[in-house]
Every structure is written in structure tokens, then in C-alpha cells.
């Protein structure tokens, strides 16, 4: 439970608000690179922490990331004409680049110099793991991207996906770092088809504990939550999930199968934009890895190709089946992702959750920690302490953990026995 500032506190990411300004320490996933295919392409209108943009990609290739309300008279450049290194508006022809420098002014007269006052607020991107990076701070302090292992191994190995969901982007958050519910809701009752279709969870299938018991340790960029379970008389299964700041997870998947992360964006105070990336560190993706993930029946939503908005959606409950309820799995609902969805969209019936509400038991560990993270990050940089994960880039390097260990190892021996401790070189 949350008082209601705590939760206001959090939540809210709009400009000049104590999260929102944090959010803005940090590279951010904004979009997918192949949404902007080709030089010159059609530009992208998004919204970011409640600022609407329109990215584009210019004549040489390069992404610039501008405000989307033309500053002459405020015309949206989504209409735009991406042309010849930079985006004109139709309305009067203004054209700026990437940087946000006006270098046209065709209404106005040859000599006059007023272009050279005009400066359209732009943001520095990257392009790394086929997604565009976005960073909305301060210029004087932009850090480097985080070395998250997807974004630096070749690109033949990673499938990143892009959804929409309708809720704040902390109740997505809350739902990656709580083990605890993927023994329910995204219990699947025929353990064989649960094995074929979702990589890396075949121990999960097989636990009987329901009840993880969470350990959680502070990191350098952000959480590890350990939640083990008891397998048989010597073992525990651990599932070992990694929370990196700002709002990025890595889920527990066993050796040798693909490794997922998660990010969630604001977009708003009441949506978000969740990216979901699957790699695999040895080797290409195979043909067979993507059909699982096209399955829809794991960590992905099916998407709409043009919108990314979720077919399955509150319009339509879901797509709840209740015979398949009664016969097939937890929810009746078809994927992990799409029932997470459809119970992050509505939690005590709204897109940001009442946490004034709630009862939380010892199963919530994961999820009090988390929240404890942020809000001693948001009332530090309140009091004027910058955040210290953006300088630590090469921290961001690990992976989740999901095996069974003997039971008088610790939570720190089963890590020792899984992180990553990838070399540049190997890279
Ligand atoms: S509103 Fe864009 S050039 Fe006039
Ligand atoms: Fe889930």
C-alpha cells in the first residue's frame, strides 16, 4: 500500500514532475528502428512522458527526434515533407534538421535573420538492438547507453517487438518483477503444450510450490529479486529476475534458451509503450524460435503491424474463451503477455491503480522493493542527488537466472554461478 502522494509520486511523468524528470536521466526505448525503414521515409508521430514528438530519419540516414507542433504557428510536422536533410512543415515551408535548427524560412525575406533565432526542441537518439534510444535531460549531463547484452550482439540473434497498453507504465513494472503470479495466471494446465510453446520456462511448468519465498538485493543498476521455490527435498527452483532502472526487467529463462527483456515507457500518466526483446547470446535466432515467439503465446502480444495496439484488448475483454477457461489454462486468455495486459489495463478499475487500496502479502516482496527503489530514487533527486545508474552503462550488463540449486546455496552463490561477465572484446 501506498499513501496517495507516494502513489502520485511514481506515476506521474509528465514535464517538470519529480519522475518525469528523473525518467529524463536515462536513454529510453522510443521506437522501433524499422519503423523508420529508409532515408527520407515518413516521419513517426509518438508521445513520450506526455510530449508529442515526430521522429524521422534524414537524408544520410540519422534519426532526429523533434517536438511535433511546428514553433511558427504550431502546424503538427506529422504532415511534414522529409526531404533534402531535414523535415519541413507544410503549412509555410519552415524546414529544420535533426538538431532542431531552423535552416529554411521560405515566407520570410532572403536577408532577414530571424531563422537563426528559431530553434525547435530536439532530442539526441541512438540506434542500438533495432530500437531508437531517446535522451530528454539535460545536455550536459547525457550518459552513455546502458550495455544491456541485446544491443550489442549481432542483430541476427535479437527479436524486438513494440505494443501499446492502456494503463501506467508502473503496473506493467510491478507485474515483471511478481513471481508470484505466474504460478496463476499464467498457469497453463496442459504442462506439454505450456512446454512447447513458451522457451525457457519448462521448470516453471513443473513447480509445485506456489508460495516463492523472495530474497532481494540492491545493485548498481537497480534490483536482483530472487523468488525461490521448493522443488523436491534438497533443492529449491530459484527464478532470479532483474530489475534495471529506470523501467527495464530481464526475465528469468533457463540456460541455453532465448532471454527476454522488457522496458515500459510512459507515454503518459495513463499509457505506455512496453518494448519486449528476445536474444539469444551464442547464436542467430532460428526459424523455429521466432514461430515460437509468433505463437503469441508467450511474452508478446499479437499486434496490429501499423498501430501496435494489442489485438486482444479491453475492447474486446481479451479475447477471454470461458470454455477454454474451464479446460485450458488459468484465464481462458490466450498468452502470457496478453493476460498480463488485460489485468495491468484494470486494476481497481483504472489505467493508474489505487495503490491506497491494495493488501499486500509477503508474496509482494518484489513488488515493495521495486517501489521502495523508486521512491528513494525520486525524493534523492528531489533533493538534488542525480541518479548514479546512468553512469554505471556497463553494469546493465546481466542476465536473468532461472535453475534449480542445492538448497544451502545462497541467493549470491546462485548468481555467482549465472551472471554475465562478458568481455567488449567478445562483443
Ligand atoms: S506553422 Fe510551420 S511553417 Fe508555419
Ligand atoms: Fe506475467
Known amino acids: 500500500m501506498l499513501s496517495q502522494e507516494e502513489n502520485d509520486l511514481l506515476c506521474c511523468t509528465g514535464p517538470g514532475t519529480p519522475m518525469g524528470n528523473l525518467f529524463r536521466r536515462f536513454w529510453l526505448p522510443v521506437a522501433l528502428s524499422r519503423e523508420l525503414p529508409k532515408p527520407d521515409c515518413p516521419p513517426v508521430r509518438m508521445r513520450i512522458l506526455s510530449e508529442d514528438l515526430i521522429a524521422f530519419r534524414n537524408t544520410n540516414g540519422k534519426v532526429g527526434l523533434l517536438s511535433r507542433y511546428c514553433p511558427h504557428r504550431g502546424a503538427s510536422l506529422f504532415f511534414g515533407r522529409n526531404e533534402e536533410g531535414g523535415l519541413r512543415c507544410v503549412y509555410h515551408g519552415w524546414k529544420f534538421d535533426t538538431t532542431g535548427v531552423c535552416i529554411d524560412m521560405p515566407n520570410e525575406p532572403a536577408e532577414c535573420s530571424f ?239 489505487d495503490r491506497t487500496k491494495e493488501h499486500l502479502g509477503t508474496s509482494d516482496t518484489g513488488v515493495i522493493t521495486l517501489r521502495r527503489r523508486l521512491l528513494n530514487s525520486v525524493r534523492n533527486f528531489q533533493q538534488g542527488q542525480e541518479p548514479p545508474e546512468p553512469r554505471k552503462a556497463t553494469a546493465y550488463r546481466v542476465r536473468p537466472i532461472a535453475d534449480i540449486a542445492y538448497r544451502n546455496l545462497s541467493l549470491d552463490e546462485v548468481l555467482d554461478s549465472g551472471d554475465l561477465d562478458l568481455a567488449r572484446s567478445e562483443v
Request: charged content about 25%.
Open 115 to 353: 531563422k537563426h533565432k528559431i530553434r525547435q526542441t530536439a532530442y539526441p537518439t541512438r540506434e542500438a538492438g533495432g530500437v531508437i534510444w531517446a535522451y530528454m535531460g539535460p545536455q550536459e549531463i547525457m550518459p552513455e547507453l546502458p550495455e544491456l547484452e541485446w544491443t550489442l550482439v549481432p542483430q541476427n540473434h535479437v527479436y524486438v517487438h513494440k505494443r501499446f497498453q492502456h494503463c501506467n507504465y508502473l503496473q506493467n513494472v510491478e507485474g515483471e518483477v511478481d513471481s508470484s503470479h505466474v504460478s496463476f495466471l499464467h498457469r497453463e494446465f496442459r504442462p506439454e503444450k505450456f512446454n512447447a510453446a513458451i522457451a525457457g520456462q519448462v521448470l516453471l511448468a513443473q513447480a509445485k510450490d506456489t508460495a516463492p519465498k523472495f530474497l532481494v538485493q540492491e545493485t548498481e543498476y537497480g534490483l536482483t529479486i530472487g523468488a525461490r521455490r521448493n522443488w523436491d527435498a534438497d533443492q529449491y527452483y530459484w527464478r532470479v529476475t532483474k530489475f534495471l532502472m529506470p523501467s527495464f526487467t530481464l526475465i528469468p529463462s533457463e540456460a541455453g534458451s532465448p532471454i527476454n527483456f522488457t522496458a515500459a515507457v510512459p507515454v503518459d500518466d495513463k499509457n505506455m509503450v512496453g518494448f519486449t526483446v528476445t536474444w539469444l547470446p551464442d547464436r542467430p535466432l532460428a526459424d523455429n524460435d521466432i514461430s515460437t515467439i509468433e505463437s503469441w503465446t508467450g511474452a508478446y502480444a499479437e499486434v496490429d503491424p501499423k498501430t501496435f495496439e494489442p489485438i486482444a484488448s479491453r475492447a474486446n475483454d481479451h479475447l477471454l474463451d470461458r470454455e477454454k477457461q474451464r479446460t485450458e489454462n488459468f484465464t481462458g486468455m490466450r498468452g502470457i503477455r496478453e493476460q498480463d495486459i488485460a489485468v495491468q489495463e484494470d486494476q481497481f478499475g483504472g489505467p493508474v491503480t
